[in-house]
T-cell receptor, first 111, second 111 residues
Framework: NAGVTQTPKFQVLKTGQSMTLQCAQD?????MSWYRQDPGMGLRLIHY???????DQGEVPNGYNVSRSTTEDFPLRLLSAAPSQTSVYFC??????????FGPGTRLTVT | RKEVEQDPGPFNVPEGATVAFNCTYS??????FFWYRQDCRKEPKLLMS???SGNEDGRFTAQLNRASQYISLLIRDSKLSDSATYLC????????????FGSGTKLNVKP
């Protein structure tokens, strides 16, 4: 199993551009989440999903959209990138248990 | 006020030392508690869950004090390979889909 995969690993965007961060898991996990990690802030929850077709907002959802059309995929869309969205983005999945499995992260810089 | 607070460290200890980290959380309704480990520029990985009665996994012992709303992690006989950042994680009240992460405590184990 590949576990949780994320693409791209690195991305540089200009202010106002949009893009989609990809996340996929092959463990048939129901729950998936997106976090951002900034220095001194810890990981903060952006959006999460409890199953295909069901998503909800986390702590810092503004400027991001998600959808969950399949169990495997949970893409994160940046609508109009801003420098404040420069961060490391982690996708995670889990079963009904609480252990979260994280992808390797996407390092995003917005100039 | 942050939901989860940790001393950022770094804690610099020699091999073989015992080191303890504490973490405080603000929501008294939080139900589940965890310690994750994050190596430099890598994704977080679950180290251990924290149970009310306290629990041990080899050289690692976790304790929960609900009355004072703090969680601790004790590492005995520190190894060089224990060098990492340790993240304290709690659920948002009784919502098991939302997790709050502390900003982490950095541990450096020196030869």
């Amino acid at each position: 199993n590949a576990g949780v995969t994320q693409t791209p690993k690195f991305q540089v965007l200009k202010t106002g551009q949009s893009m989609t961060l990809q996340c996929a898991q092959d463990m048939n996990h129901e729950y998936m989440s997106w976090y951002r990690q900034d220095p001194g802030m810890g990981l903060r929850l952006i959006h999460y999903s409890v199953g295909a077709g069901i998503t909800d907002q986390g702590e810092v959802p503004n400027g991001y959209n998600v959808s969950r059309s399949t169990t495997e995929d949970f893409p994160l869309r940046l609508l109009s990138a801003a420098p404040s969205q420069t961060s490391v983005y982690f996708c995670a999945s889990r079963t009904t248990g609480h252990e979260q499995y994280f992808g390797p992260g996407t390092r995003l810089t917005v100039t | 006020r942050k939901e989860v607070e940790q001393d950022p460290g770094p804690f610099n200890v020699p091999e073989g030392a015992t080191v303890a980290f504490n973490c405080t959380y603000s929501n008294s309704a939080s139900q589940s508690f965890f310690w994750y480990r994050q190596d430099c520029r890598k994704e977080p990985k679950l180290l251990m869950s924290v149970y009310s009665s306290g629990n041990e996994d080899g050289r690692f012992t976790a304790q929960l004090n609900r009355a004072s709303q703090y969680i601790s992690l004790l590492i005995r006989d520190s190894k060089l390979s224990d060098s990492a950042t340790y993240l304290c994680v709690v659920t948002q009240g009784d919502n098991f889909n939302k997790f709050y992460f502390g900003s982490g405590t950095k541990l450096n184990v020196k030869p």
